[in-house]
């Protein structure tokens, strides 16, 4: 029997007049950790929050803060999250320039895990999954994109989904089991079945369009409702 999903709700969908309740709401209802979409409004066309919201959420939660950077050039802002008592970044794959990219993203992420921080790399939903295989071994967690990234409350891209299984088996047989795949992107009741091979399971709009958070973090936990 496969063992529960980890679930962390996405902040993108709570309600910002009273976060710091809502983030409260959702760790009492059962959530893992928080994820945090940072968007500079150019690698994406949203423009989100950034470092003063951070520093909020680590003194209202005591769940891990993950930050999800889709912004072009991560490697200008990394930095400015080191000291936010963060738990991971993960950084998008497709931001990092051409010219010599696996090695910058290999350094970006050993930046990343010098200040004890995990270290995560994000795919698109077009791009081909093998892209990932030379870095595997320098990151914490896989994060695959379900719906192009920018915007909560989309549809799941079932084309995307067959990434989550071929990474699984390919982290298997490189003995890197403790590499964490994260999916985002229409994660709902409707869709939790499809995404079997994943491990943490990100989720905005369901959680907190739901009427009752813990039921839907339940749902999501069990993959069944």
């Not at 969908?13 to 945090?36: C, I, N, P, Q, Y």
């Not at 350094?107 to 270290?119: D, F, P, R, S, W």
Request: cysteine-free.
């Amino acid at each position: 029997m496969k063992k529960p999903y980890l679930v962390a709700p996405s902040i993108l969908s709570a309600d910002f007049s009273r976060l710091g309740e809502e983030v409260k709401a959702v760790e009492t209802a059962g959530a893992d950790r928080l994820h945090v979409d940072v968007m500079d409004g150019h690698f994406v066309p949203n423009l989100t929050i950034g470092r003063p919201i951070i520093d909020s959420l680590s003194k209202v939660s005591s769940l891990p803060l993950d930050i999800h950077l889709m912004v072009n050039e991560p490697a200008r802002m990394i930095s400015y999250f080191f000291s936010s008592g963060i738990d991971s970044i993960t950084i998008h794959l497709e931001a990092v320039e051409e010219s010599h990219k696996d090695r910058t993203v290999k350094n970006l992420l050993e930046t990343i895990q010098k200040n004890n921080i995990l270290a995560g790399l994000a795919l698109k939903p077009k791009t081909p999954v093998e892209k990932i295989f030379p870095l595997l071994s320098y990151i914490d967690l896989v994060l695959i994109m379900t719906v192009e990234p920018g915007f909560g409350g989309q549809s799941l891209i079932p084309q995307s989904v067959s990434k989550i299984s071929i990474i699984k088996e390919k982290l298997r047989k490189q003995g890197l089991d403790n590499v964490l795949v994260h999916v985002d992107g229409g994660v709902n009741d409707k869709t939790v079945s499809l995404l079997s091979s994943a491990d943490v399971l990100i989720s905005g709009h369901f959680i907190f369009k739901h009427n009752n958070y813990k039921e839907a973090i339940s749902i999501l936990k069990t993959g069944s409702i």
